[in-house]
């Protein structure tokens, strides 16, 4: 059973354009909500992250946004550049006495010249 | 200095070696993890220890067996590994929730 989902495969995106990134969880106990980067034969670089009690933290060209009740979020970066072409993984966080994190299947964002 | 190190960087075992995953950081951060990653899949939670105690085992199977020697040092220890075990292992450590610094990884072969 999949906790946290992204459904969307792959995005492609024209340069100085939106990308949005979607994720949705299924478990209410998460608390915090993060997104990563990756790029190939690399580890998982954090990104931005957002508390259960906030619905929207800016840093830069990222935003991301938390809705609750329908228990999505979604990363914006505005405007997209060729070097955020990369893998993005959504994660949710809930301690359990350690930090349990789950991270979606992740998206893969084409932002073209 | 702000990164998690892990060697080797690759390793290919027979399915009859032994051998282990050495992960480091010197960030002072609380917890270190270990995942698994295939390819074009999501890393895998394998294994949680806040203060040097093993908190999360995600029910994995005992040919792998992990071992924290200090706070700045984890292990990942190999043995009768299988071909489907071949994947990236990552490493990761954190002070809060969720906000890890990752590894580049280990890449496993198991032949």
């Known amino acids: 059973d999949q906790q946290v989902k992204q459904n969307s495969p792959s995005l492609s995106v024209q340069e100085g354009r939106i990308s949005i990134l979607n994720c949705d969880y299924t478990?209410?106990?998460?608390?915090?909500f993060l997104w990563y980067k990756k790029y190939p034969a690399e580890g998982p670089t954090f990104l931005i992250s957002?508390?259960?009690?906030?619905d929207k933290n800016e840093d830069g060209r990222f935003t991301v946004f938390l809705n609750k009740s329908a228990k999505h979020l979604s990363l914006h970066i505005v405007p997209s550049q060729p070097g955020d072409s990369a893998v993005y993984f959504c994660?949710?966080?809930?301690?359990?006495?350690?930090?349990?994190?789950?991270f979606g299947a992740g998206t893969r964002l084409f932002v073209k010249a | 200095d702000t990164e998690v190190t892990q060697t080797p960087k690759h390793l290919v075992m027979g399915m009859t070696n032994k051998k282990s995953l050495k992960c480091e950081q010197h960030?002072?951060?609380?917890?270190m993890y270990w995942y698994k990653q295939k390819a074009k899949k999501p890393p895998e939670l394998m294994f949680v220890?806040?203060?040097?105690?093993?908190?999360i085992n995600e029910s994995v199977p005992s040919r792998f067996s992990p071992e924290c020697p200090n706070s700045s040092l984890l292990n990942l220890h190999l043995h009768a590994l299988q071909p489907e075990d071949s994947a990236l292992y990552l490493c990761?450590?954190?002070?809060?929730?969720?906000?890890?610094?990752f590894g580049s990884g280990t890449r496993l072969t198991v032949v």
């Open positions: 220890y806040s203060y040097e105690k093993l908190s």
């Open positions: 960030m002072g951060h609380r917890a």
């Open positions: 990761a450590s954190s002070q809060g929730p969720g906000h890890y610094t």
């Open positions: 994660a949710a966080s809930e301690d359990t006495g350690g930090f349990k994190t789950i």
């Open positions: 478990n209410s106990m998460f608390d915090y």
């Open positions: 957002i508390s259960s009690i906030k």
